[in-house]
C-alpha cells in the first residue's frame, strides 16, 4: 500500500535558521502531495499542495517540490520563525475520495528558538 | 464560516463507558473522514463516509461506529471504550472530484479513557 515516511524530530532551530524537512512516499500510482500544519491546541490546515510532477507548492515562505524519480516533497523555508514552531505532517491523496483519504507520515515537530 | 466544527472538544471517559462524538460541516462536503492521532503513529482513517447513508471502514475501524444520517454531520461512536483509545480525534472533509484542494480539518476532540 501507499505509504509517506518523514523525518522524525523534534528538529530545534535557531531563528532565521534555513528548513529542510524530508518527505518520500510510495505510491501506487499518481498521488497529490501535501504539507499540512498543526499549531499548538489546534487541528491541522493546509500548507501547500502539488498535483502532478514537478509542480512547486507554495506559502507563508515554504516550498516544496513534486519530484516523481525521487519520489520526495520536502519541505523548504528559507529563514524560519518562532511563530512556525508546530508540528508539520506530509501527505498524500488521490482524486476520488473514499478510502484513499489522505495517507500521513508520522509528523515532524519543529521548534524555533529565539 | 465554521468550516467542520468538532464536539466535545475534551471529554474524559472510564473503561466500559460509551460516548458519540459530532462532527459538523457546512460546505456540503460529500466527503467525511475520522481520523486518530497518537503520539509517533501520525494520523490514521478510523471510518469515512463518501455520501448521505453511506459509511465505511478506513485502517483502524475495530472499537468505533460510525452514522451519517444527514450530509452535514458525521458521528463516531465508543460503546465501550478502552484505555487504548485514549487518544485525539479528527474529522476532515471535502468536496468530491475536488480532492486536490485539501481537506478541511476540525479542532479535534481530546478523549482519555481511564
Known amino acids: 500500500g501507499d505509504s509517506v515516511t518523514q523525518m522524525e524530530g523534534p528538529v530545534t532551530l535557531s531563528e532565521e535558521a534555513c528548513l529542510t524537512i524530508?518527505?518520500?512516499?510510495?505510491?501506487?500510482?499518481?498521488?497529490?502531495l501535501f504539507w499540512y500544519v498543526q499549531y499548538p491546541g489546534e487541528g491541522l490546515q493546509l500548507l501547500l499542495k502539488?498535483?502532478?510532477?514537478?509542480d512547486k507548492g507554495s506559502n507563508k515562505g515554504f516550498e516544496a517540490t513534486y519530484r516523481k524519480e525521487t519520489t520526495s516533497f520536502h519541505l523548504e523555508k528559507g529563514s524560519v520563525q518562532v511563530s512556525d514552531s508546530a508540528v508539520y505532517f506530509c501527505?498524500?491523496?488521490?482524486?476520488?475520495?473514499?478510502?484513499?483519504?489522505?495517507?500521513f507520515g508520522k509528523g515532524t515537530h519543529l521548534i524555533i528558538q529565539p | 464560516n465554521a468550516g467542520v466544527t468538532q464536539t466535545p472538544k475534551f471529554r474524559v471517559l472510564k473503561t466500559g463507558q460509551s460516548m458519540t462524538l459530532l462532527c459538523a460541516q457546512d460546505?456540503?462536503?460529500?466527503?467525511m473522514y475520522w481520523y486518530r492521532q497518537d503520539p509517533g503513529m501520525g494520523l490514521r482513517l478510523i471510518h469515512y463516509?463518501?455520501?448521505?447513508?453511506?459509511?465505511a471502514k478506513g485502517e483502524v475501524p475495530d472499537g468505533y461506529n460510525v452514522s451519517r444520517l444527514k450530509k452535514q454531520n458525521f458521528l463516531l461512536g465508543l460503546e465501550s471504550a478502552a484505555p487504548s483509545q485514549t487518544s485525539v480525534y479528527f474529522c476532515?472533509?471535502?468536496?468530491?472530484?475536488?480532492?486536490?484542494?485539501?481537506?478541511?480539518f476540525g479542532s479535534g476532540t481530546r478523549l482519555t479513557v481511564v
Open positions: 463516509s463518501v455520501g448521505e447513508g453511506t459509511t
Open positions: 476532515a472533509s471535502n468536496r468530491r472530484g475536488r480532492e486536490v484542494d485539501g481537506y478541511t
Open positions: 460546505m456540503n462536503h460529500e466527503y
Open positions: 502539488a498535483t502532478k510532477a514537478d
Open positions: 524530508n518527505c518520500t512516499y510510495t505510491a501506487t500510482g499518481y498521488p497529490s
Open positions: 501527505a498524500l491523496s488521490y482524486s476520488g475520495g473514499g478510502a484513499d483519504g489522505l495517507t
